[in-house]
């Protein structure tokens, strides 16, 4: 077997000349000696039963120096391809001729990757939705005010990247380290196995297996698993339910650090998604309570900081930390209630008769005598129905049986006549459509086409998020 030094592979060999690429460097030899701590195996003798795994750890060690000699490359050599999402050697280049290629690429533009990367955005497999810098620094200087040194990022991307540049620029305030789980595999051209692992929140899998599964459990568990979190944003269209199951292990694996008298101490989590899955949530994790903070993202039409009524972003975040330890900025539109002992949205108003802050979506709520209870003020109390709803609501109630033919023993997936029912639905959506076109063209005859189409697009949008929201 070659010796350590024989492989070339000395931390000297990798430090260049330029200075403001030595913390990088510096990390990336962290990070091979880490994982050779996480094995058992000492710095200096490389055991004949550890060489497959070393192996393993070298070529991901290889394939992160493409990234240092990427940053080598002078500035008009650093070249990035969109359609491929990938960096480009000077080797790579003929081979991207065609593609669509930006060059320029500059430090600040590879420590920041999800600015870099176009997000995922088919809503049928991953709607990648990133966080706006004005959510990202809340939370950052909210984790540090409460004494979190860890942050274990399942699914938030951005808030991995500016914990990381807030470390490496030097700021003495922030001293967190983080650990990015995503399913996106693109992060790993611009992170090394100890800050990312390719990770599938819904199943728990770790696309790199057991040395993933290690990195993430020591994390986890360092210093017997105090001061650390986990923030995660999930999909919105994902189900709770196996989220819930997913996460559940996540706090199995901090508890096996656990000694047996902290047994009862649970993992604090930061989980932000969308109010009005609040009941399901809490189904799961009683101990979990709901913030007014409304979280909002740079690439999402309607999920906006600043937008009033119904327009408001209803993404908050669920947590079991003490909400009366929370702070929420003031100069946002958040006040103390001092009844409630937490702080809420300006809005929100305190309920003396249900004896809380009751408004969910930030809008003022009105309290029902007959359903004992404050609903929103977009809702009238039905006689009917006994109970509150919009003004034009069917009184009869959700539907039983299949949606297509109105059988009971079937349910729409299964019903024999869906294919006839999904012809007749494109027969309506292509008339619809031309007649749209036509309308299109007759109020366009004689002028440039301008904002009517995206206007009404934007109209549908905003029509189904007051859907979603009332």
């Known amino acids: 077997m070659k010796s350590y ?10 430090i260049t000349e330029d200075v403001s690429l030595l913390y990088l460097e510096q990390s990336v030899w962290r990070g091979f000696e880490y994982h050779l701590a996480v094995l058992g195996i000492n710095f200096s003798e490389l055991p004949p039963s550890g060489l497959l795994r070393i192996e393993e750890l070298l070529e991901t060690f290889f394939s992160f120096r493409r990234y240092l000699k990427f940053i080598e490359l002078p500035l008009s050599q650093r070249k990035f391809c969109q359609g491929c999402q990938q960096l480009l050697l000077p080797d790579d280049w003929e081979k991207h001729l065609e593609h669509q290629v930006v060059g320029d690429i500059s430090i600040t533009q590879l420590k920041r990757p999800s600015q870099l990367l176009y997000p995922l955005e088919n809503k049928k497999t991953n709607a990648q939705y990133l966080f706006a810098d004005r959510s990202c620094h809340f939370l950052i200087d909210l984790l540090s005010t409460l004494g979190f040194r860890r942050v274990l990022c399942v699914g938030t991307p951005r808030l991995h ?14 001293n967190i380290k983080s650990l990015l789980l995503d399913i996106d595999f693109r992060y790993s051209q611009f992170y090394l196995e100890d800050s990312f692992c390719h990770y599938n929140m819904f199943n728990h899998h770790f696309f790199d297996g057991k040395a993933a599964l290690e990195i993430c459990r020591t994390f986890l568990q360092e210093d017997k698993g105090e001061g650390v979190i986990m923030v995660t944003d999930p999909p919105f269209g994902g189900l709770v339910e196996p989220l819930a199951v997913t996460f559940k292990k996540l706090i199995a694996m901090w508890k096996e650090g656990q000694s047996q008298d902290n047994n009862q101490k649970e993992l604090p989590i930061f989980w932000i998604f969308p109010y009005f899955f609040e009941s399901r949530i809490c189904q799961f994790f009683p101990s979990f309570c709901m913030l007014d903070y409304q979280v909002d993202y740079d690439n999402h039409a309607l999920y906006k900081h600043g937008k009033t009524g119904r327009k408001q972003s209803p993404v908050r975040i669920f947590t079991n930390i003490p909400p009366n330890k929370i702070i929420l900025p003031v ?7 001092p009844l409630c002992q937490r702080y809420v949205s300006l809005e929100n108003q305190h309920c003396e008769h249900c004896n809380s802050c009751t408004s ?7 309290h029902c005598f007959l359903c004992k209870k404050c609903v929103k003020p977009s809702w009238i109390h039905c006689s ?12 009869e109630g959700p539907k039983d049986g299949c949606f297509i033919c109105g059988e009971l023993d079937h349910k729409r997936g299964t019903c024999p006549n869906i294919s006839a029912s ?11 459509q031309r007649k749209s076109n036509k ?22 949008r905003e029509r189904a998020h007051q859907y979603l929201c009332s």
Request: with cysteine; proline share 4%; glycine share 6%.
């Open 439 to 460: 309308m299109k063209m007759e109020t366009t005859k004689g002028q440039p086409m301008n904002h009517t189409s995206v206007t009404r697009k934007k109209k549908r």
């Open 161 to 174: 990247e500016l914990i990381r540049l807030k470390a490496s620029g030097g700021d003495k305030k922030s």
């Open 5 to 14: 030094r024989e492989l070339d592979l000395l931390p000297e060999k990798l």
């Open 360 to 366: 969910k979506d930030g809008r003022k709520w009105n």
């Open 384 to 395: 009917i129905c006994n109970h509150c709803a919009l003004p034009d609501h069917s009184c």
């Open 422 to 432: 999904k012809k007749a639905n494109k027969a309506v959506r292509k008339q619809k």
């Open 331 to 337: 100069e946002e539109g958040y006040r103390f209630c």
